[in-house]
């Protein structure tokens, strides 16, 4: 081998020689995680998300519900400016003395007109008996006679055993079954406006008016 040959050669058994210029040669170490580790941050990490997320939702609901709250508020308020100033109690209260009134008018017109009847039709048929109420509710309904019932019992001159009357009579329920017929419209007698006893009375004007209709001993006409 010829000087020239072993110059271009310098080593030639050294492949790993550093060359000329490449500065410091440096060696990574490449650290192998095991598969469990890696498994197990990834679950970590997916559990914590989710938590966020949860979270994020729960805070979000309870922003809507003050949201929804303070609405609700506003809508309150401004209802109850326009509320009348009446407690509802006491309305309540008026509706009930009302009807509890009328109640008792009605049912101490019922008890008046009950004696009326007794008075005038004690031993006629129950028939007989709604159509002497319903006398007296035709009156009331005429603009000619008392608007009451008992303002038409007791009209001067209108019925002559009207002072037979007593306020404080008990009358069967039979009787008072009759007057609550008779005021809830049942009219036997044909719309009448008198009616009086035939065998009684057989010289009378009344004898001479129209559309009569008899009904046991009782005659009832217009």
């Not at 598969?35 to 197990?40: C, G, I, L, P, T």
């Not at 028939?127 to 009209?155: E, H, M, W």
Request: glycine letters at 8%; charged letters at 20%; proline letters at 5%.
């Amino acid at each position: 081998m010829t000087p020239k040959q072993q110059n271009h050669h310098p080593h030639p058994h050294n492949d790993t020689a550093p060359l000329e210029g490449a500065g410091e040669v440096r060696h990574w170490n490449v650290v192998e995680v095991p598969e469990a580790e890696m498994r197990e941050t990834s679950l970590t990490r997916a559990v914590a998300a989710i938590r966020r997320r949860f979270w994020g939702s729960v805070l979000l609901l309870i922003v809507f519900a003050l949201v929804g709250l303070s609405g609700a508020g506003a809508a309150d308020r401004q209802l109850s400016t326009l509320a009348p100033t009446r407690a509802p109690n006491e309305a309540l209260g008026e509706v009930t003395d009302a009807q509890t009134s009328a109640k008792s008018s009605a049912d101490g017109d019922a008890a008046l007109l009950a004696r009326f009847i007794d008075v005038y039709g004690a031993n006629e048929s129950y028939r007989a008996k709604v159509a002497i109420g319903a006398v007296v509710l035709n009156r009331v309904a005429d603009a000619s006679f008392p608007g009451t019932i008992a303002g038409a019992i007791y009209q001067p001159n209108a019925f002559s055993r009207a002072s037979e009357l007593d306020p404080a009579g008990v009358v069967d329920d039979t009787t008072l079954c009759a007057a609550r017929d008779a005021m809830n419209g049942w009219d036997p007698s044909g719309s009448a406006l008198f009616f009086f006893d035939p065998a009684k009375r057989q010289e009378d004007a009344l004898f001479r008016r129209t559309e009569s209709v008899q009904i046991g001993n009782l005659l009832f006409c217009r």
